[in-house]
């Protein structure tokens, strides 16, 4: 009888090894078949590879400049038309790619990283260390995003790499909160316990436990909040205090857009797509994203 019921159960114990390993297979799976999520990614793809190849499918120097053709309607020598300088507008909206791209990318790393270590740190060891962290969190989140972006821009000065800190200093707290909370769902598991009891320290337990844990809400944050620093920094350009001319940026020339906007609406409109384009993209693959690695789907 026993021997029956240990053969019985042999290929559902074998079985588990094998379905543990499955489960990103089954998380990419999930994300392939999410057609927005796969639009989306699509776009943040092309959206790359243009900012990589910038200087060699653009047509033009995007500093450039003509006198003779400023304002130009979209035509076959400027598909997308000519701004006030007669700098070519599809020229300046390829390279101000690479500005949105870097910009979320290092801003986002920086809100990532810190925020991470501040949540992991004090959801784990909780009391002042909590604390302390919690209430600095809090102060930062009392600001609205833009207005604490402009703060920090008005003490370091403007210009794009103080952009990206910016940006990054704003999206601390949500990354810090949200690790803070997933930290304080696991610290109580029986398989922390199980890692004191064989003597791992603190740091081990967070960093080889823990962290490994709470990573996938953590990843479709920062997919999330890469539209948002696209958003901040064309707010930024826009104002004047981020990207600085003659440095192609969309918030920039959209704001040189708004005064032409009736004569010549196309100087504002294609850098007003794009953003929207980026973002859609940004926001849609995050959603696809985090539908795949939800971990009540797994299995479905």
Not at 185 to 192: D, H, P, S
Request: charged share 15%.
């Amino acid at each position: 009888m026993s021997s029956s019921n240990s053969l019985s159960l042999a290929p559902e114990a074998a079985a588990l090894p094998g379905r543990h390993r499955s489960l990103a297979g089954d998380a990419f799976r999930r994300l392939r078949r999410h057609r927005p999520a796969m639009l989306g990614l699509s776009i943040v793809v092309l959206l790359v590879l243009a900012a990589l190849a910038a200087p060699w499918v653009s047509p033009y120097d995007p500093v450039q400049m003509s006198g003779g053709e400023a304002f130009e309607g979209p035509s076959g020598r400027h598909p997308l038309g000519t701004d006030e300088y007669g700098r070519d507008l599809l020229s300046r909206i390829i390279y101000g790619s690479r500005t949105s791209l870097s910009v979320g990318i290092i801003s986002v790393s920086i809100s990532l990283v810190i925020g991470t270590v501040l949540g992991l740190v004090s959801g784990y060891f909780l009391g002042a260390t909590d604390m302390v962290v919690s209430r600095i969190m809090d102060i930062l989140f009392a600001f609205p995003p833009l207005l604490l972006a402009l703060v920090v821009i008005a003490v370091l000065g403007p210009g794009i790499d103080r952009t990206m800190v910016a940006i990054g200093i704003v999206y601390i707290p949500l990354f810090s909160r949200l690790c803070r909370g997933s930290v304080l769902a696991e610290r109580g598991k029986v398989y922390v316990d199980a890692a004191r009891m064989v003597g791992s320290g603190n740091g081990r337990i967070m960093r080889r436990h823990i962290l490994p844990n709470v990573l996938a809400p953590i990843i479709v944050q920062a997919s999330l909040c890469m539209s948002y620093a696209v958003l901040a920094e064309a707010a930024l350009s826009f104002l004047g205090l981020g990207t600085q001319p003659p440095m192609p940026s969309w918030g920039s020339m959209l704001n040189k857009g708004v005064a032409v906007m009736y004569h010549s609406p196309w100087v504002s409109i294609w850098p007003g797509l794009a953003i929207m384009i980026v973002v859609f993209a940004f926001n849609v693959f995050g959603d696809g994203l985090r539908d795949a690695l939800d971990p009540r789907l797994i299995g479905t």
